[in-house]
């Protein structure tokens, strides 16, 4: 069985509507908060599988097999070659058991390859860490500009990457090639959606633009408790704890805190995990800041950015206790 909703159907129309009237693509979804339309780039990737299933719904439905297939192998993959192979199986392992990760590969909807890309991103910037090379950083810019086109709230991503650039290499501040590669990879996988702008007179661009303007006229409130949801909602995405014994509900958010307090004191400690737990819990933490900031609801698509870092954060925890502890 898999869902099939209005925006299943939606999605279908746009690319029958390309596949066999030639009419090209130049907006994705409509956001359901901010009226504004999202990029075109989840269309072209569910296109080939729509063809091939000849428009059969069903079709879209294995490209998020594929997406989570391939998000199990390729984790599996690069945490082999820039971590270990046991943090690896830990990861993988972890995937294949979500409820959430389960629950992706049985429908198709524009947020879910988040998870592939979050992953991917966290690698090309460890990449270009250990060497210099600034086409990592022309990959990762790419990255957040395919993550922006799948949600929104991906666009957090972008600034995050400046800190860590500033955090971690302070030294290319001032290397001009290296920015104009940011900008460049950033704004290439949007080129479909920008043209459309153009054409339309920036539409999307000046309702986003309202919405943040909108952000900053509301007076919000922040106390202890929104802090520890903030904190503790990544965690409970791809594990939640709502059906478990009230006893284990209880339990479940004293856990969470231990868990990422632990993880901060592995990010001191002089041990292979080092630098990738320094980038996640960066990337993790500016990720919160920015979605409080932002006053992001708490729905799982919203915060599938900090989900994934969250479950690299238990990986890396785990693994932890596996080699050392």
Known sequence: ??????????????????????????????????????????????????????????????????????????????????????????????????????SLSKGSWNPHPQLLVILLLVFSFMQFIKTNAVKYIFISAFLVGVGVQLHYTFLTNLFSLIIL??????????????????????????????????????PDINQAWLYINQLGNEKKIFVLKSALDRLSFPFAIFFPADNLFWFFRFLALPFYLFLLGNVILIAFLKTHLRLLTRIVLVLFFLSLIQTTLMWIPFYNHYSYTSATLAMILVTIYISYLYHYA
């Not at 359901?32 to 780039?41: K, N, Q, R």
């Not at 199990?72 to 971590?83: D, I, P, Q, S, W």
Request: aromatic share 20%; with cysteine.
């Open 165 to 202: 650039i500033l955090i971690f290499k302070r030294r290319s501040v001032l290397n001009f090639k290296m920015w104009l590669l940011f900008v460049c990879g950033f704004l290439l996988p949007l080129v479909p959606f920008l043209m459309g702008q153009f054409l339309n007179g920036f």
């Open 1 to 102: 069985n898999y869902g099939f909703f209005a925006d299943q159907a939606r999605d279908l129309l746009e690319v029958h509507n390309w596949l066999a009237l030639g009419k090209i693509p130049l907006q994705g979804p409509l956001t359901s908060i901010g009226t504004f339309h999202l990029g075109p780039l989840y269309y072209y990737l569910i296109a080939p599988f729509v063809f091939i299933f000849q428009y059969d719904p069903i079709g879209a439905v294995y490209f998020e097999v594929f997406d989570g297939l391939l998000l199990v192998a390729l984790g599996f993959l690069l945490f082999r070659k820039f971590v270990d192979s046991g943090t690896a199986f830990i990861f993988s392992l972890l995937i294949t058991l979500s409820p959430l990760a389960i």
